[in-house]
């Protein structure tokens, strides 16, 4: 085919020139010293340009203008992965740490909680409630998966009598029942929620009631909240319904909290009010559990009526009043020599100073009578004050 050949591209002359350097500079031989200061370059060095030298360590001053190297100047130490030094942070600081409470009086009054896992919540925020109070003691002891249908899992009508006569409580506080939904694994085995059922748990839970009642002690029965599930929270009703009426059969008191965790409507809620009005959560997202404000909560129910059985015991400022504690009056330890003193009579008018008493009444000046006096006496009055529309008193230039 004719015509003009084809120029060649840009970069195969430019890679056809650089392959001759490469043969004409390999043709010639290179001394020791100059392999050690020149490293073999590459293709692509001689394409784009790279380093012309290679030593172990960078030289300290390189001058652009003559290509000349300083041996002599000091070197300068680089070091490329260091990091921008900055100025160290203050530490965090730590949050103070929580007081200490207050050491318990030897006659402190105590109260023992029992019962499952809503109990234990209870106990815990009882004993921050009353942390500050030297008058009161709080025990609790709860297990999570009890109730009163699983004996063979905890017994309470079997170790509660035990427990009571080792902590000698003031006031006992039951809750339990969240897990009894369920066939008990004693005696017949009656299944949930059979009439048998009912009627043997009703004798539990009287016996329960009558082990704290029967020691003279004041029974605190708290009833179960309100559930997200419809059975679970229409089964509560019905269990509520024998915790109230067998512990007021012996004398107990039923803590109604039901109200504090469903809408107007009586219905579920997760959120609602607070013990100090406030809207936030209660609930878990189980719709079981309660949070922490949830806690508290439940447990203001039971405070309110534990307080008037503590009386003053629970009171912060309670403080021990013994004979170490007693103030010092700078009385005479020898009862013979105080000084004693005659009664002054309340009457004697020589009391204060004066001859008369302070219910004299005192005498009246004659020569200035009252308004009254004047009206009723003298039958005067006082002429009203000019510019009154009873004032008839026609001026002399009319």
Request: glycine share 10%; charged share 25%; net charge positive.
């Amino acid at each position: 085919m004719s015509g003009k050949p084809k120029k060649k591209s840009f970069v195969r002359r430019v890679a056809s020139g650089a392959l001759a350097a490469v043969i004409i500079i390999g043709s010639f031989p290179v001394t020791a010293a100059a392999q050690e200061q020149v490293r073999r370059r590459n293709l692509f060095d001689l394409l784009f340009g790279g380093p012309r030298y290679e030593r172990e360590e960078p030289p300290a001053r390189y001058n652009r203008r003559n290509g000349a190297i300083n041996e002599n100047a000091p070197r300068r130490e680089r070091n490329r992965g260091a990091v921008r030094s900055t100025a160290p942070r203050p530490p965090i600081p730590l949050a103070p740490p929580k007081p200490d409470p207050v050491a318990k009086l030897e006659n402190a009054r105590k109260i023992l909680v029992v019962g499952d896992f809503f109990a234990g919540n209870i106990g815990g925020e009882l004993e921050t409630t009353f942390e500050a109070s030297p008058g009161v003691a709080v025990f609790t002891r709860s297990d999570g998966s009890s109730g009163l249908v699983r004996d063979d899992h905890y017994n309470w009508l079997k170790e509660l009598p035990g427990i009571i006569d080792e902590a000698k409580p003031a006031i006992v506080v039951v809750m339990i029942g969240a897990n009894d939904r369920q066939q008990m694994t004693s005696g017949a085995k009656e299944r949930f929620p059979t009439d048998a059922w009912f009627t043997e748990y009703r004798r539990r839970v009287t016996e329960v009631a009558r082990i704290v009642t029967g020691r003279k002690l004041p029974l605190l029965w708290v009833g179960l909240p309100s559930f997200q599930s419809p059975s679970m929270m229409a089964d509560a009703v019905k269990l509520n319904a024998i915790y109230r009426a067998r512990t007021e059969e012996v004398g107990g008191e039923f803590v109604d909290i039901w109200d504090g965790f469903v809408d107007e409507d009586g219905k579920f809620i997760l959120t609602g009010s607070d013990v100090s009005g406030q809207q936030v959560r209660l609930r878990g997202a189980d719709g079981i559990t309660f949070t922490a404000a949830g806690k508290q909560k439940l447990a203001f129910y039971v405070e309110k009526l534990a307080r008037r059985h503590l009386g003053d015991m629970a009171s912060p400022e309670l403080v021990n009043l013994g004979e170490g504690t007693l103030p010092d009056l700078g009385l005479p330890a020898d009862p013979n020599k105080v000084l004693t003193a005659l009664p002054i009579s309340l009457s004697d008018p020589e009391l204060d100073g004066g001859k008369e008493l302070l219910s004299a009444i005192p005498a009246t000046n004659e020569l200035s009578q009252s308004p009254r006096d004047k009206l009723v006496k003298r039958g005067e009055m006082d002429p009203a004050p000019a510019g009154r529309i009873d004032n008839y008193k026609i001026s002399k230039t009319q």
